[in-house]
């Protein structure tokens, strides 16, 4: 079973560099999510979904943006990367109501040069 | 704003002692998770506790969650290396998010 699934696993991008981190859900889940993960610092919220074509902000959205045109995809855009958004990313998703726990993916290792 | 803290943020134990992880939140809330992370892997659900005076038990971990404490704990019986993670609490303040706290890093040895 595929579950959550992240792509690029990896990636280097010089400062003021755009991307694109994709993450793909298989198993019909209403929320989606995006972390980021900093020594020290946790799991801190970017942006979420609470269903297709609908995101809202986390604890730290700034710098990111983000789409949900289809409810098993959820997109993390970069548009002119920083130093400080040098992180482990991880998108995660759970079913419709409050009480699910999230399922993670693998997580990207983003490195901004 | 919603505010997770673990305490400690670094546990070194011995094999064979026991141990508890704290995780305090500032806001009304009965629903805690608690999560592992292994070094580099993803994040793994252990337990996920939804009323005051809720307990699990998985092994030699045992969670619990008082919510007008506001406190979860996470004790550990006769640790073994297996057990060498690190721990994260979050809470689910009656939003769609879910805030986790900075995670407890145990490591167990001989």
């Known amino acids: 079973n595929a579950g959550v699934t992240q792509t690029p696993k990896f990636r280097v991008l010089k400062t003021g560099q755009s991307m694109t981190l994709l993450c793909a859900q298989d198993?019909?889940?209403?929320?989606m999510y995006w972390y980021r993960q900093d020594p020290g610092m946790g799991l801190r919220l970017i942006h979420y979904s609470v269903g297709e074509g609908t995101t809202a902000k986390g604890e730290v959205p700034d710098g990111y943006n983000v789409s949900r045109l289809k409810k098993q995809n959820f997109l993390l855009g970069l548009e002119s990367a920083a130093p400080s958004q040098t992180s482990v990313y991880f998108c995660?998703?759970?079913?419709?109501?409050?009480?699910?726990?999230?399922?993670f993916g693998e997580g990207s290792r983003l490195t901004v040069l | 704003e919603l505010k997770v803290e673990q305490n400690p943020l670094f546990l070194s134990m011995q094999e064979g002692k026991n141990y508890t992880i704290y995780c305090n939140y500032s806001t009304t809330s009965d629903r805690l998770y608690w999560y592992r992370q292994d070094p580099g892997k993803s994040l793994e659900s252990l337990f996920v506790l939804l009323s005051n005076g809720a307990v699990k038990q998985e092994g030699r971990l045992m969670a619990s969650l008082d919510t007008k404490a506001r406190l979860s704990t996470l004790h550990i019986t006769a640790a073994v290396h297996d057990l060498s993670a690190t721990y994260f609490c979050a809470v689910n303040p009656y939003t769609d998010k879910l805030i986790f706290g900075t995670g407890t890093r145990l490591q167990v040895f001989p």
């Open positions: 198993m019909n889940h209403e929320y």
């Open positions: 995660a998703s759970r079913p419709g109501g409050n009480t699910g726990e999230l399922f």
